[in-house]
């Protein structure tokens, strides 16, 4: 009896169950790296590239099991921005808009050291609209944040989300 929950206890430990709730599978790697995106929309304030950055490596962080390296990791993330645009939406019967558009657009380069096959390079595009009545300036900041959740949740999605 005594040997039988021994080697019950034995087959347990050395099972190994892995699961993810986001679907995160980054294979057998380790690492990821994400450097700094680019400014390549004339637009676009060196602050808007920080935001997208770090919104990408925290979620990164958060739904794999892959830890941060500066640089090389077994995942690697490079982007640029190259759209940066305001447009208003929403016309009325004055012919005013209503409501602006703030659109980003990342192009972006996925290398898996470990499995060049899933190497990818794509671009990514999302917007949030605003008030015509507020200025840019007054509402630029959460409206970054809120695209860049939206773009990280995106990319995450293409390069290891497999769905």
């Known amino acids: 009896m005594k040997h039988a929950a021994l080697l019950l206890l034995i087959v347990l430990a050395s099972c190994r169950v892995n699961y993810s709730f986001t679907g995160g599978d980054p294979g057998n790697a380790r690492t990821l790296s ?7 929309a004339p637009l676009a304030s060196p602050n808007v590239a920080q935001v997208c950055t770090e919104t990408v490596r925290d979620l990164l962080l958060a739904q794999t099991p892959l830890k941060l390296a500066r640089t090389e990791g077994d995942v690697q993330y490079t982007g640029t921005i190259v759209g940066y645009n305001v447009q ?6 004055n012919e005013s808009a209503a409501l602006n558009r703030l659109t980003i657009t990342l192009n972006v380069a996925y290398v898996h050291t470990l499995d060049p096959t899933k190497n990818t390079t794509f671009t990514v595009s999302r917007f949030a609209d ?34």
Do not use: K, M
């Open 130 to 163: 605003y008030n015509s009545t507020q200025d840019l300036v007054t509402v630029e900041e959460q409206l970054v944040r809120t695209i860049s959740n939206q773009l990280a949740q995106d990319i995450f999605d293409r390069t290891l989300g497999n769905w």
């Open 34 to 40: 994400v450097d700094l995106f680019q400014t390549g």
């Open 88 to 93: 208003p939406v929403s016309i009325q019967a």
